[in-house]
């Protein structure tokens, strides 16, 4: 008898990402992280010589990836954050899938992969950057100070983020070839702490961790999360700092013109020889 693999873990409540999306969008959407990806992404794109007849952009919020590619490709099919993260593509349907700051918030990256793997024809490209990495280090490390100090425990309020080596396996795990992962670092400086939330409530990039706290943090912690974060990231001039990466992965669905890896014994010269070579 075969078992089914055991379900993804919820860490993030799509539902509420999509009420916090929203509400950015209506208060005045901040997207300057948005608009660097979208960019980076139009750039990186350009340096592919090969066209794209059909493509795909998964769940990044807005329009605005759609608009920075559109002018290198003769069609791109949106698709909007929903609950579920069924992709309902076809198989072999896509040339090209691009994303941008949505995979973050995925509670099974692996399988949202491997529907993505199957989506692409042969030799199609997926292009996406997601946040990761050190991204809000500061704010981590601040809020868990203060509640360690004024509530004696940590709540989860800053979502978990995957790092370069995690998001590569993932990709060569879901059977797409030539596997590529590089980071974008970007450090903003804000006036406080609260300047830093004010942001990100409008990146619509609050807490929306399945196991978030849901009672209202007492204001003494938020004050002395603002304190901590003061004195610890602040440069000369009072300003303090965030951090933001920027992961970037790539991977090719798999095509017989593909370079291929040579198989073991294959080599021409011994490494003993060249080594050898190379002492006097």
């Given at each position: 008898m075969v078992s089914n693999p055991p379900a993804?873990?919820?860490?993030?409540?799509?539902?509420?990402?999509?009420?916090?999306?929203?509400?950015?969008?209506?208060e005045g959407a901040v997207t300057f992280l948005l608009d660097r990806a979208a960019e980076d992404l139009a750039d990186r794109l350009l340096a592919?010589?090969?066209?794209?007849?059909?493509?795909?952009?998964?769940?990044?919020?807005?329009?605005?990836?759609?608009?920075?590619?559109?002018?290198?490709?003769?069609?791109?099919?949106?698709?909007?954050l929903g609950e579920s993260e069924a992709l309902s593509l076809p198989s072999e349907s896509l040339d090209l899938?691009?994303?941008a700051l949505a995979f973050q918030f995925v509670n099974d990256l692996p399988g949202v992969l491997a529907q993505i793997g199957r989506a692409l024809k042969p030799d199609g490209l997926l292009l996406a950057a997601m946040l990761g990495g050190d991204t809000l280090t500061e704010l981590r490390q601040s809020f868990a100070a203060a509640e360690a100090e004024c509530e004696g425990g940590v709540s989860p309020r800053v979502a978990p983020f995957a790092d370069l080596r995690d998001i590569g396996a993932l990709l060569q795990r879901a059977g797409f070839a030539l596997p590529v992962t590089d980071v974008d670092r970007v450090v903003v400086?804000?006036?406080?702490?609260?300047?830093?939330?004010q942001d990100l409530r409008r990146m619509g990039a609050t807490n929306v961790l399945h196991e978030r706290r849901r009672i209202p943090t007492r204001r003494a912690t938020?004050?002395?999360m603002a304190e901590i974060y003061a004195e610890r990231f602040a440069d000369a001039d009072g300003r303090i700092r965030?951090?933001?990466?920027?992961?970037?992965?790539?991977?090719?669905?798999?095509?017989?013109?593909?370079?291929?890896?040579l198989k073991p014994g294959s080599a021409k010269a011994s490494l003993e020889a060249a080594v050898k070579g190379t002492k006097r």
């Open positions: 993804a873990p919820v860490l993030f409540d799509r539902a509420l990402l999509g009420g916090r999306l929203e509400r950015a969008r209506r592919v010589a090969r066209p794209f007849a059909t493509a795909a952009d998964i769940w990044t919020p807005g329009p605005g990836l759609v608009e920075a590619v559109q002018g290198r490709l003769s069609a791109i099919k949106r698709i909007e899938v691009v994303s400086r804000y006036d406080s702490a609260f300047a830093l939330m938020m004050l002395r965030a951090t933001f990466d920027i992961v970037w992965l790539s991977g090719w669905a798999p095509h017989d013109s593909q370079p291929k890896p």
